[in-house]
């Protein structure tokens, strides 16, 4: 285990302008979650310590001499445990896909022919500029993730995240600011060839504060990592604190967006969103009124 740490840290710490960067603790890339403070995960990350360092390796996702996003890696399953980005706009465009190899995934390991797509945990299209973009291709940041779940319910849910992070998420200097976590659970015993760990579920929660609401707002969604049955299923809009009842994820916003607030918004954004969507992609949401409430089951 220690020859191999080492000739992971070796790889990463010695790279160029365009790689990742180890650092030898999740607060050394802290600007990428809210107040610094990380999310706790048990018998992983506690009070913002590693509690295997061995295991577990803290990634300053670094591209062109910039710091763009946090990963937390887990060699061991040769998957991301999360990936932490500040949502600050987007441009249109999706850079080519120019995948960084780093030593514990390559390319070969992910040939399959299972369906498992290369699921991003920060997707390039909540990233900004195209260099922002292009730091979420390396492999530090995908996971195995079932085709058609990728493509479809999370490809989803992802989309209806970014439209509420564009429109309500933003501060008093009339900036774009949001904070996302976005993780994968391993699975038992289910690998890519014989290599990867395929995750048993994927997860996301993001919190930021709303000039324009006058308060700050959170959601979260998670789904098992398995294809989805048809095409029309969306993942539902969950709160922090039935993230962290269902996977014991906390510490994610607890002094702002608290457990039991999600996402408040008004009949208006939905017709507003009407606007800019075909008749058909808005007539597939599904809005529930509960109260002044309504859930969203991100179908943009």
Not at 66 to 73: A, D, E, N, P, S
Not at 288 to 294: D, F, Q, R, S
Request: net charge positive; proline share 4%; glycine share 4%.
């Amino acid at each position: 285990m220690e020859g191999r740490t080492w000739a992971f840290l070796a790889l990463l710490v010695s790279i160029g302008p365009l790689e990742a960067k180890v650092v030898t603790s999740i607060s050394d890339c802290a600007q990428f979650f809210l107040d610094k403070i990380p999310p706790h995960i048990p018998g992983i990350l506690k009070d913002g310590k590693i509690l295997d360092q061995n295991r577990y390796k803290p990634i300053c996702q670094t591209y062109n001499f910039t710091r763009r996003f946090v990963t937390l890696y887990d060699i061991n399953n040769k998957i991301p445990v999360f990936s932490a980005y500040k949502y600050i706009g987007n441009r249109t465009g999706r850079p080519k896909q120019n995948w960084r190899i780093e030593l514990q995934a390559g390319n070969n390991d992910y040939k399959n022919q299972l369906d498992l797509d290369r699921g991003h945990l920060f997707p390039s299209s909540h990233a900004f500029t195209t260099d922002d973009k292009k730091s979420t291709f390396t492999l530090t940041n995908i996971v195995p993730q079932a085709g058609s779940f990728n493509k479809n319910s999370w490809s989803k849910m992802e989309s209806c995240v970014k439209c509420v992070l564009q429109k309500y998420c933003i501060n008093n200097n009339e900036l774009h600011e949001g904070f996302v976590v976005t993780g994968a659970q391993p699975s038992t015993n289910n690998f890519l060839n014989n290599k990867i760990n395929i995750p048993s579920m994927l997860w996301s929660a993001f919190c930021c504060y709303s000039s324009s609401l006058n308060r700050w707002i959170a959601s979260a969604h998670w789904g098992d990592n398995v294809p989805d049955e048809h095409t029309n299923k969306y993942l539902t809009t969950r709160t922090l604190e039935e993230l962290h009842q269902t996977l014991i994820i906390y510490h994610l916003y607890l002094m702002y967006c608290k457990f039991f607030y999600t996402l408040s918004l008004s009949l208006s954004f939905f017709l507003s969103l009407s606007l800019s969507l075909s008749l058909s992609t808005f007539l597939a949401l599904s809005i529930k009124v509960v109260e002044v409430m309504l859930v969203l089951p991100c179908s943009l």
